[in-house]
Each structure stands twice: as C-alpha cells, then as structure tokens.
Nanobody
C-alpha cells in the first residue's frame, strides 16, 4: 500500500516557477514508476511526466518538455516536479501517482495509487 501527499501548489505569474513535492508512504512493495498528471477544469486528466526507479529515467509530455523536470529522493521517499516558465495553460490540479510497472507508463489506468492533488494557477 502506498499513500501519496502532494504539496507546493499555488498562484504564480506567467513565466514563474513552482516546485511540487510528493511524499510517499510505502508500506509494502515500492512502486516502480512515479508519475505526475494534471487536470484542468472541464478537461480530462492528462499525463505530465514520470520517473522510474531504475536509473531515474524520465519521460514528459511534449507540452512540458524543456520546462518541467521530475526528480526523486529515495532516501526521503519524495518525488518532485520542478516547473519553470509556467504558462496560463499549465493551470490545473496536479496529481502524483504510483505504478508497479516499469516502462514509464503514461496512462492513468496504469497507476494504482493517487494523491489528493494540489492546485496550480498561473496568471497572465
């Protein structure tokens, strides 16, 4: 069982930066991949990026490549999403998720555990 808690969301101006954190409480098997998703009002939840437990390989959706960076600190059971050059289109609730498969899954169905989400609002 894995419990996930996101933090770090807030209101930022266009061009600004935020760092989201995801604290993982792991009671049994450790997840193989950790992902970030986001959901804007009236839209479906979409994949942002993921990081796996082998070598820290990452994957990102094209919309955030070069602006967002995912990292992990296994000693602290933390995963981070550094978001730079934020745009109004990045406004959404951001979710951390855990999957028990490698290969950097990109669909929400492949993830087993989810956090409660944290709101990110980017003003123009």
């Amino acid at each position: 069982q894995v419990q996930l808690v996101e933090s770090g969301g807030g209101l930022v101006q266009s061009g600004g930066s935020l760092r989201l954190s995801c604290a993982a409480s792991i009671r049994t098997l450790a997840p193989r991949s950790m992902g970030w998703f986001r959901q804007a009002p009236g839209k479906e939840r979409e994949f942002v990026g993921a990081i796996n437990s082998i070598g820290g390989t990452t994957s990102y959706t094209n919309a955030v490549k070069g602006r967002f960076t995912i990292s992990r600190d296994d000693a602290k059971n933390m995963v981070y999403l550094q978001m730079n050059s934020l745009e109004p289109g990045d406004t959404a609730v951001y979710y951390c998720a855990a999957a028990f498969r490698l290969g950097l899954p990109t669909t929400s169905q492949e993830y087993t555990y989810w956090g409660q989400g944290t709101q990110v609002t980017v003003s123009s």
